[in-house]
Structure formats: structure tokens, C-alpha cells
């Protein structure tokens, strides 16, 4: 036979023998009490309800009988007492409380006016006086305040809990409950401030109260607006206003024998905790004309007068309203909306992220703020899209056609339900949280308080996470599929923006020419294709990640243009569809560089090399040389066809390694090394087609070895995507060969060699550059190794002895090039070094270089190569240390500078303070030429002028939208320190 406790077990008592315990105290009627039982069964945590029950009996026997009589008692009381243990204490604390439960007054709404009555008597001020005060202040009086406000919320919950309000009538009271509680605060506080007389003081509610949808336990959002009465004066009256709004805020947050209400947060105000706690009407408006950001404007929609002065509360809130509906056509806009994003999703806590029903993705911020960016893009020219608060404002935007009907139902369905879900999970503690527990109780506590009864934790859990993943659908949606609908004739639609409306938003977005990207966006959508059905698909959210680009234009051209190319291939769209990752990175791509944009547009299949990180590999060199010299052995007797295809090759890693560059893959050193290989494999497969093209010609066997010598940044392995390849040629006839005919024969394979890597294509050339070569464009393309070493024992100059510290083999003979070096061995690491008149000449040849070479107009503080602490300073500082010491320190020989920097820290020539200094700016310098040359799709030293060019040159370098002064700032201060260090060590050190 089933016994009581495990009847109440199987029932839903968590603890079937506590349970049975309980109703045993409550008298032998409980026992039987079928009604009872049903209502305890029926509430969230029938434990948590009983045992409150059981704790408010002791205290107030009368209770069960009022229950038996009343059965709306009953279900609002155990309602409350199962989801609620905060107010389960509460009550029986205040036993009399539980009497706000009975009869039909439960049921009615609690005007905003009855509320500040009531709560300005339970304070002891008269609600009649036009500046209500507390007649004998203190903590009495605090406490009291607490009281009332917990027995007016202990109401509202019960309606709440029982269905009898519905989520917008609670939230809209809960506004209303804490407006009045802020005016009995500031009764309090004016019975402490005996010159409040001297001023008007106006409490502006800002965020959820001031848009009156406030949850149950929030910090109240307000800013102080005040003016001195007639005759006073305005310092004398601000000092008595900022008295007020201190005591106000005290009067809320006072910890008492009560507890406290809440924080009272007035870092809304201008210049924010920074700026002064109340200001005048004037000084308010002068400042949001002047200063504020745009996020200050969207925080201003929800602005509303709530307590104090509500007469000069009106004047403020039409005084801000004016600017409110401007703040999109702000210069700065897109920048610090962007920056807004950032902020919201940088305040979610590690490990909280996926259990965040405010700040985490999906949640309410995703869409209060997409409500709010909309809001403020066309409620300039709509009003009736100016409303405070996130449901109503929706449904306008909704009827205004800016978001589809069905798209703004299942946002609303999704904001109530997250809503819902906040207020269960401050009622339990009433506590301030946004964070869904892991407890297997709490969550079903949860799921119940949600009606969900057959299985409540897996129940709710699907729910919650079905609405956040449509919730972050939708945020995107809101701004992208609405201008799908203003171009592209979508069957089902119900709603349209117009041209104008569709053009502002895009504007509002980042985009600089919108006009133009709705013409790309109907090409790419427009028709019944599958084609034009899958972009339809894809482009909400890939205008989303082109707006968060630093350029979005040429994203959205650039997709249009792959697109166009690829649009029939039947993987490319798939792919795009089904793998978010590489939509999403080719969105970034697209919309940051110009230069892989034209690698792409040149073989669009290689959008399939984002699929993975994997893809993005630096391939090793081994394997780019087997698969260059494949191409030029199948195409052995036509040399322009083998170099296109190696020129294929080379774009094709150009684009690898520039898109493993920009998501972070692989850093500067290594993007060089990538670079400086892919050149000398090039170069060594141009030189095979040369030659075997300038031996067909002859008829004959090539007469002579033939080596390529790497000189400067490829000699350096420090290439950049702009650099020419510097490069030296040596040759050295075969046995019995007439000297003449070897080098007439090498002269051929040179001019060849270029002329194959530089003729137009469609791929980028490689320009060989042999510019170093002794006597330079005067002296002989090609030397033999013996002319070599003839020059370099009459001629050589300190010059050439610093420019061979970078030569290195680069293709061709290697025993060749083995032979090279060891040439001119003796010239870049002279025994014992060089001597103070060769240093002079350094010196005088760096100062004349800075001098003369630096283009006319280029600012010397932001040219990265000669300017000041830039990559010369860097690198002719290294080749000083190594002309000197590399004779007695064989690390120091080594083509590299930063290699050169390390190994002089290690041999003791360099302090490692300067090394980190002179690394970091040679480091930045790199960066931004690779930048500039990435986002422009040209070379340049210099960082532009163009205020444009920067921002999109410093949001490829992982700088904020708006972080484009701070990047010069950054190239400045690293230049400086390592100008300060040059200058000391070059132009001073032994």
C-alpha cells in the first residue's frame, strides 16, 4: 500500500516525508484539503509554496481559513510562494501582507498615482504638497518605504504569476511602482536638505523604467536635470540639487532591517560618472549638441519624466528629442554603433556566455538593440516609430513595413518569452541575474512557472534556445532582409521598404555609396533562379558582415563580381549556404582588401580555400617548388604558357597567405618568409623556362652556369606583397666555353627571366629588380663569378659591403651560388670588422639617404620606411653591428635584421630593452606597408593622409572603427622610442 509521502512524491513534492510533515502542521484540515494539495501540486516548486505556507501559518493561523473561503487566495498566494522565496519571506515577515492577496482588489491594477500615494504615506510625507517631505526622516522612514514598496510588488507578482496581467502590464507597473518609490526617496531626501526650496529638480528615468517595460529587480536608470527658483542663485541651487539627488539615491540603495530597493544608476548622465551628478536644462542641451556619442541618443529614446519636478522633466525630454532623431545622420554613426556591439558583447562574463538571456547572442540586448538602430535610422522621417519602449516600437516598425510581419511576431514572441524567463529568475531570490542556472530544481521551477508540467526542464531548455537562435536570426534580418524587399520582387512578402527608406538604412550601416549597393543587391536577387533564391538566403546576413567591414561597398562589389563569375558553378553557393564560416570570412575579406579581392576576382574557385584554417597553411616551399616544376616540364617547349601557370601558382599562395595574414594565422616574420619563398620558387621556374627556351634557340646546351642571387628584403626573407624582388646575376662559363658566347647566353636568360615575369597576365607580375648589382643600371646585367671577384677587389665601396649582409642563393646553380657567398664572405663580415672612416661613410650615407630620398611633402613621422624610426633606422642599425662584429660572432651572419637584433642581445652589442623597442617598431612599420598594399591594392610607405584610407588601413591592422587616431598615435609612440634608440646606438655606439 503507497504511503502519504510517497503519494506527495509521485504528486511533485521533491521531499515526499517533508511534505507529509508540513501538511501535518497545518491542522488535520490540511491533511484532506483536496483544493489545497491541487494548488500546491499546480505551483512552480510545490516544496518551496509549502513550506512558506507553513512558516506564514505559525504566524498567522487565519490565513488557511481565508484560503478555504477564498479560493483566488489561494492560487495568487501559493502561486507566489512557489516561484518566490524572497516574498515567501517577505510575507511572513508581514504577516498582514498576504490580506493584498484577497478578494477582487487583488485583480485590479494599481494606478501609478495610488502607488505614490500610498508609498509617500508610508513614509510620512503628504502626498498633497507640490514637493512632498518626510515629516521625521531617518532609517524609519527608509524602512518603511521598503515595506510598502514590497507588499505593492508582492500584488503585482500575483497577478503575474496567475495569468491575471498580462507581460506588458507588468513591466509597465513595475515602471510605475519604482517612479513612485524614487519620489518617496526624494521626500526623504528633501527632509534632510534644508535648501531644497532653492531649486526644481526633475528625476528623468532612463532605460526599462523610463520605457516603462522595468523587470523586477534592475538597477533604475535616471538622470538629474535641475533649475534654481526665481532670485537664486545657480551654483547655490545646483549644490542643493546635487544634496537632493545624493539623498535620494541613498534612500533606495540604504541597506536597512529591511533590505535595500535597489541601485540607482546615474551613469547615463553626461561625460558619465565622470561629469557632474545634475546638471541644468541648458547645460544637458549644450552638451548633447556638442559631445555626446550616439550611444547617448539611443539611450535617450527611452527617457521619460518620473519623479521630483515633472513639468521641467517634459521640457528636457522635448528638448533631447529634437537632437534624438538626428543622431543617424551624425558623422560618427555607423562608428559608434559598431562600437556599441562591441561594448554589449564584451560584457558578457567568461563561462556565462551561452546562459545569458541578456548579453549573450540571441538574447534581449541582441534585440532591443536592433529595435533601437532601427528606431533611430527611420524615425527621423517616421514618427510614429518614436516610442520608448521595445514591443510597441517593434509592432511600428512592423506596420511601417521596415520589418516583415512574420519576422516582428517572432521577435515579440521570442522578447516576451526571454522576458518571462528574466522575471522568474529574479523572483526566486530577487536578485538581480540574467543568467539561467544549471540546477535541475531551479530549471524546473522554471519551466513550471512557465506552465510547462509534462517535462519542464527539457521543455523549457528547447524553448529557451529555439527562441535565442531565432532571436539572433532575426537581430540580423531586421536590417538586411527588409532591402531584399526594396530591389527584388520576393513572392510572400507582406511589406516593403521604399528606395529612400531602403537607401537610408544602408547609409546608416556604413554603406558610402547605398544607391549603388541596392543596384548589387537586385542584381544578385532579383528573378526565380535557384541562383537568385540562394543569395536571397544568404545576403541578410552577409550584409550584416560587410556593414561590420571596414568597407562595405567594395565587400558588396566584390561579391557581386565573384558571383557573377561563379554564380552557375553548382558547389560555390552551396558552400556558401552550408558553411557559415566561409561566407562570413569571405564577407571580411572582401570588404578589408582590395588586393585579395583582385587575387580572387582573377580564380574565384579559390573561395573554396576558406573553408577551413587548415586551407589557410602556408604550403612548404618543397611542395610549391614540385608543383612549379611540374608545370614547366609539361609545357617544356612554351615557356609563356609554363609561366602563366606558375604565375597561377604564385596567386593562387599570394591569396592563401594574405587572407592566413588578415584573420591572424600567421604573423609579419612569417608572412615575409612565406612571400620571400614563393618569389624564389617563381624565380627558379622562370629561370628553368629561360633557359630552356634560350637553349632550343641555340640549338645547343646551355653554355654556362647560371645562379640568381636574393638581395635586399627577398635576400632577407622580409617580403612584402608591394616589394620587387632585388636580385643579383652571376654566371660561370662550362669548361672550353668562350666566355663571350657564356655570357652573351646568360644576358639572354636574364632579359628572358623578366620578361616572363613581368608581361601583362592576369596574374601579378614579379618585378626583377637587379638594381644592386655593382655599378648599378650602368654596369653589366650579368657578371661572371671571376668579374665579380675582380670588381669587389678594386671598386667595392662600404655601401656594397652593406648590401651583400643580405645576399643569399635564391634559385638557379646552388654550387653556383655556394661559390657567391663565399666571394663575398670577406666583403660583409670583414675581418676585424670595418674601420671608423668606413663608419663615417655609413653614417653620412644613412643622413644623405633621409635627406634626399624621403618624397617631397612625405611627412617623416609616418613614412615607414625612411622615416624617423622606421624600417631603415631598424635595419641599417643591424647592418652596422654586423659590418663590425659578425667577424668575431658568427650568429650575427645571417640575412634577417631581426635574426641580426637577437643574436647582438645574445653577444652582448645590444641591450634587449633596445631590441624589444627597435623589433616592435620594425614589426609595426611591416605591418601597415603590408596593410596599405592590402587594403589599396597598391605599394605605398607612407600611412595616408586621407582620414578614410587610415580607418580602413588601421581596421585591417585589428583596430576598432573608430580607432584610427589611436593607430597613428601607436605608429608615433613606437617610432619615437625607437628613433631615441637609432640615433644612440648608429649614430653613438662603438
Not at 473561503?69 to 501559493?78: F, K, N
Not at 510562494?81 to 498576504?98: C, I, K, Q, T
Not at 514637493?131 to 500584488?155: F, I, K, Q
Not at 601558382?649 to 587572407?659: G, I, N, P, Y
Request: glycine share 8%; hydrophobic share 45%; net charge neutral.
Amino acid at each position: 500500500m503507497q504511503t502519504t509521502a510517497g503519494r506527495l512524491a509521485r504528486l511533485g513534492f521533491a521531499d515526499g516525508a517533508q511534505a507529509e510533515r508540513l501538511l501535518d502542521e497545518l491542522g488535520p484540515e490540511a491533511v484532506g484539503d483536496l483544493d489545497l494539495l491541487a494548488s500546491l501540486v499546480g505551483s512552480a516548486d510545490p516544496d518551496l509554496a509549502l513550506t512558506s505556507l507553513n512558516r506564514l501559518a505559525e504566524r498567522d493561523p487565519s490565513v488557511l481559513g481565508a484560503m478555504r473561503l477564498d479560493p483566488g487566495l489561494r492560487s495568487r498566494l501559493l502561486g507566489v510562494f512557489g516561484l518566490s522565496a524572497a516574498l515567501g519571506e517577505h510575507v511572513v515577515r508581514h504577516p498582514g501582507h498576504w490580506r493584498l492577496l484577497e478578494g477582487e482588489q487583488a485583480l485590479q491594477r494599481t494606478l501609478e498615482r495610488d502607488m505614490r500615494v500610498e508609498l509617500l504615506e508610508a513614509v510620512g510625507a503628504d502626498p498633497a504638497e507640490a514637493e512632498p517631505a518626510v515629516r521625521e526622516g531617518g532609517t524609519d522612514a527608509m524602512s518603511a518605504l521598503r515595506v510598502a514598496y514590497r507588499g505593492r510588488l508582492l500584488h503585482l507578482a500575483a497577478r503575474d504569476v496567475t495569468g491575471a496581467a498580462s507581460l506588458s502590464q507588468i513591466t509597465a507597473e513595475l515602471s510605475d511602482l519604482a517612479a513612485a518609490a524614487l519620489e518617496a526617496a526624494l521626500a526623504i531626501a528633501r527632509a534632510d536638505t534644508p535648501e531644497a526650496a532653492d531649486v526644481r529638480l526633475a528625476v528623468i528615468g532612463m532605460g526599462k523604467c523610463g520605457a516603462r517595460e522595468l523587470n523586477y529587480i534592475s538597477d533604475v536608470d535616471v538622470i538629474f536635470v535641475a533649475e534654481p527658483r526665481e532670485g537664486v542663485d545657480e551654483t547655490k541651487a545646483l549644490r542643493a540639487a546635487t544634496r537632493l539627488a545624493q539623498g535620494m539615491m541613498r534612500a533606495c540603495s540604504t541597506s536597512t532591517p529591511e533590505g535595500a530597493l535597489w541601485e540607482v544608476d546615474a551613469a547615463l548622465r553626461p561625460e558619465g560618472k565622470a561629469g557632474p551628478l545634475v546638471r541644468t536644462l541648458a547645460s544637458h542641451l549644450t552638451y548633447y549638441r556638442r559631445w555626446a556619442k550616439t550611444w547617448e541618443f539611443q539611450a535617450l529614446l527611452k527617457a521619460r519624466p518620473i519623479a521630483g519636478d515633472l513639468e521641467l522633466g517634459e521640457e528636457y525630454v522635448a528638448g533631447v528629442n529634437e537632437l534624438v532623431w538626428h543622431a543617424a545622420t551624425r558623422e560618427n554613426f555607423v562608428e559608434d554603433v559598431q562600437a556599441m556591439r562591441r561594448k554589449v558583447e564584451a560584457n558578457v562574463r567568461a563561462g556565462e556566455a551561452d546562459r545569458q538571456i541578456k548579453l549573450g547572442a540571441g538574447g534581449l540586448r541582441d534585440i532591443e538593440f536592433a529595435v533601437q538602430l532601427l528606431q533611430l535610422v527611420h524615425g527621423r522621417s517616421d514618427g510614429l516609430l518614436r516610442r520608448r519602449a521595445t514591443l510597441p516600437a517593434l509592432a511600428a516598425l512592423s506596420r511601417g513595413g521596415y520589418v516583415g510581419r512574420d519576422d516582428a511576431k517572432a521577435l515579440a514572441e521570442a522578447y516576451t518569452f526571454l522576458r518571462q524567463v528574466e522575471h522568474l529568475l529574479q523572483l526566486h531570490r530577487m536578485r538581480r541575474t540574467h543568467v539561467v542556472p544549471e540546477s535541475v530544481t531551479d530549471l524546473r521551477r522554471i519551466g513550471r512557472g512557465l506552465g510547462m508540467v509534462v517535462d519542464p526542464v527539457g521543455e523549457f531548455t528547447t524553448r529557451w534556445r529555439r527562441h535565442a537562435m531565432e532571436a539572433r536570426r532575426l537581430h540580423e534580418k531586421l536590417f538586411y532582409r527588409p532591402l531584399l524587399q526594396a530591389v527584388a520582387r520576393l513572392p510572400g512578402e507582406e511589406t516593403r521598404l521604399s528606395t529612400a527608406a531602403a537607401s537610408a538604412r544602408l547609409s546608416a550601416l556604413g554603406y558610402a555609396d547605398p544607391d549603388g549597393a541596392l543596384r548589387h543587391i537586385a542584381a544578385l536577387t532579383s528573378g526565380v533562379s535557384r541562383r537568385a533564391a540562394i543569395q536571397r538566403t544568404l545576403l541578410p546576413v552577409m550584409l550584416g558582415w560587410f556593414a561590420d567591414a571596414p568597407d562595405p561597398d567594395a565587400g558588396l562589389l566584390g561579391f557581386r563580381q565573384v558571383s557573377d563569375k561563379l554564380g552557375t558553378t553548382p558547389w560555390y553557393l552551396r558552400l556558401l549556404r552550408d558553411e557559415t564560416a566561409v561566407a562570413e570570412r569571405m564577407a571580411r575579406l572582401l570588404g578589408t582588401s582590395r588586393y585579395a579581392t583582385g587575387l580572387l576576382l582573377s580564380a574565384p574557385d579559390a573561395v573554396a580555400m576558406l573553408g577551413s584554417d587548415g586551407e589557410l597553411t602556408v604550403r612548404p616551399k618543397e611542395a610549391l617548388a614540385a608543383e612549379a616544376d611540374a608545370s614547366v616540364q609539361r609545357h617544356a617547349h612554351d615557356a609563356e604558357t609554363a609561366i602563366a601557370h606558375v604565375r597561377a601558382l604564385r596567386r593562387r599562395e599570394l591569396f592563401r597567405t594574405a587572407v592566413a595574414g588578415l584573420v591572424g594565422r600567421i604573423d609579419i616574420e612569417e608572412v615575409g618568409q612565406a612571400l620571400s619563398q614563393l618569389n624564389d620558387v617563381t624565380i627558379q621556374a622562370a629561370l628553368d623556362a629561360a633557359i630552356h627556351k634560350i637553349s632550343l634557340e641555340r640549338r645547343g646546351e646551355f653554355p654556362t652556369r647560371f645562379a640568381v642571387i636574393a638581395m635586399g628584403r627577398l635576400g632577407g626573407y622580409e617580403s612584402s606583397y608591394g616589394s620587387d624582388a632585388d636580385v643579383m646575376f652571376v654566371h660561370s662559363p662550362h669548361e672550353g666555353v668562350d666566355e663571350k658566347v657564356a655570357t652573351d647566353a646568360a644576358h639572354a636568360v636574364a632579359n628572358e627571366l623578366r620578361r616572363l615575369l613581368a608581361r601583362p597576365a592576369p596574374d601579378p607580375p614579379l618585378q626583377i629588380d637587379p638594381d644592386l648589382r655593382p655599378e648599378g643600371r650602368q654596369g653589366p646585367l650579368v657578371r661572371t663569378l671571376s668579374s665579380y671577384a675582380a670588381y669587389y677587389r678594386r671598386w667595392s665601396s662600404p655601401w656594397e659591403s652593406q648590401a651583400l649582409l643580405r645576399a643569399r642563393f635564391s634559385a638557379g646553380d646552388a654550387s653556383l651560388g655556394a661559390e657567391f657567398t663565399a666571394l663575398v664572405e670577406p666583403l660583409r663580415y670583414p675581418p676585424d670588422g670595418i674601420g671608423e672612416s668606413a663608419v663615417r661613410e655609413i653614417r653620412r650615407l644613412k643622413a644623405r639617404m633621409e635627406a634626399e630620398r624621403l618624397p617631397r611633402g612625405a611627412d617623416p613621422k609616418l613614412h615607414t620606411k625612411l622615416g624617423r624610426g622606421g624600417l631603415s633606422d631598424v635595419e641599417w642599425l643591424a647592418q652596422l653591428i654586423q659590418l663590425r662584429h659578425a667577424y668575431a660572432v658568427p650568429e650575427l651572419r645571417t640575412t634577417r635584421t631581426l635574426d641580426a637584433l637577437r643574436f647582438a642581445v645574445g653577444a652582448g652589442l645590444l641591450a634587449a630593452t633596445d631590441e624589444e623597442v627597435l623589433a616592435e617598431a620594425w614589426r609595426f612599420a611591416s605591418q601597415i606597408r603590408d596593410a596599405i598594399m592590402l587594403v589599396r591594392g597598391r605599394a605605398g610607405d607612407s600611412i595616408p593622409a586621407d582620414v578614410r584610407d587610415r580607418m580602413l588601413i588601421s581596421r585591417a591592422l585589428g583596430y576598432p572603427p573608430d580607432g584610427s587616431e589611436d593607430f597613428v598615435e601607436d605608429y608615433q609612440r613606437t617610432t619615437r622610442r625607437a628613433r631615441v634608440v637609432a640615433e644612440r646606438v648608429f649614430y653613438g655606439g662603438s
